[in-house]
């Protein structure tokens, strides 16, 4: 087994795979870190020169055409926010940005400047031109973050990059977003723990045993922001421009990065139950929910998730 981190889309990248010797091990992960930083160079919107800030700039009031890896995010993103009644929303980037800002200054940001942020987002604002390979914005002052389902896509596209490169079993990790291709030698699948809601440092609530597929998990434990006695999550609520203060933390479970990701921000948004109803329609996909209650927690698994083995 060869293995290797390194920092890339705000976070930390880890790949696990399995190779004949260390030299293509070493090529392998190789390009698999300079395909996700070229998919950074994209996606990003902390960068002022990726193409997705560019866009914001330039598609105001016509179709401009993007490149292949911005178009098949934000179709996916599209797609999903209809699917999920506009829970998923990448328009939201003037306020994903005034809580960022919020984070670093340890405070709420005031309700007016969220709901004049609100003004400048809504995902009927954007249009996926399939046909030409394009992208159109309503109105200027918009801003789109995909942060909800790129991480998910760069793992997608790092494991396509190590199999090109001779890797059948491998496994990529952007923070909470892995996708992974055959099982390590000798086993039935890759053991994912699926953590637990008690504390980061709790033992794994499950051991799922898994291959050729993608868990995304979303909650808190990583940004949020404490305030006032209340915890904001850093994901908002498209609604209302709030960060969700229902502790809830959702693992999805699906073929490809991309879907898991998107799904796993999704659900957190629709909620425990509306989230499940949304699962339950999706044969391809499986949840476990973890909603912190008043009272007590309320775990809810999917159909599908029940029947994922768990190893020991």
């Known amino acids: ?10 976070t930390l990248v880890r790949i696990k795979l399995y190779a004949r010797d260390e030299a293509q ?15 950074d160079d994209i996606l990003s919107d902390y960068k002022p020169r990726s193409e997705l800030n560019q866009i914001c700039r ?4 016509h179709p401009v055409r993007v490149s292949g890896d911005l178009f098949r995010v934000l179709d996916a993103s599209e797609q999903l926010a209809v699917e999920t009644g506009g829970a998923f929303d990448i328009t939201l980037g003037p306020v994903t940005h005034l809580w960022r800002k919020a984070r670093q200054e340890h405070r709420v940001p005031e309700l007016v400047a969220v709901h004049e942020a609100l003004a400048h987002c809504g995902c009927r604002k954007l249009h996926v031109i399939v046909a030409q390979h394009a992208i159109e914005l309503d109105e200027p002052g918009m801003q789109l973050d995909v942060g909800g389902i790129a991480k998910g896509y760069a793992a997608d596209e790092a494991l ?9 079993s491998a496994l990529v990790a952007a923070s909470g977003d892995l996708a992974f291709s055959d099982p390590p030698p000798g086993q039935t699948g890759w053991k994912i723990g699926v953590g637990s809601f008690d504390s980061a440092e709790a033992p794994f609530t499950r051991i799922l045993v898994l291959a050729h597929g993608a868990v995304s998990t979303s909650g808190d434990s990583e940004q949020h922001l404490d ?14 421009g709030m960060g969700l203060t229902h502790e809830i933390t959702v693992t999805i479970v699906a073929r490809h990065g991309i879907d898991s990701d998107g799904m796993s921000t999704a659900v957190s948004v629709l909620g425990a139950e509306r989230g499940f109803e949304l699962v339950e329609r999706k044969p391809e996909l499986a949840a476990l929910i973890v909603e912190n209650g008043r009272s007590h927690p309320q775990i809810l698994e999917s159909s599908r998730f029940r029947l994922l083995g768990t190893g020991s």
């Open 160 to 168: 396509a990059v190590l199999s090109k490169a001779g890797i059948s």
């Open 1 to 10: 087994a060869f293995g290797a981190v390194e920092p890339n889309m705000g």
């Open 227 to 240: 305030a006032g006695g209340t915890r904001y999550s850093h994901i908002i609520d498209p609604k209302t």
């Open 58 to 61: 330039t598609a105001v009031g």
């Open 25 to 39: 091990a070493q090529r392998a992960i190789r390009a698999a870190f300079d395909r996700i930083a070229q998919l």
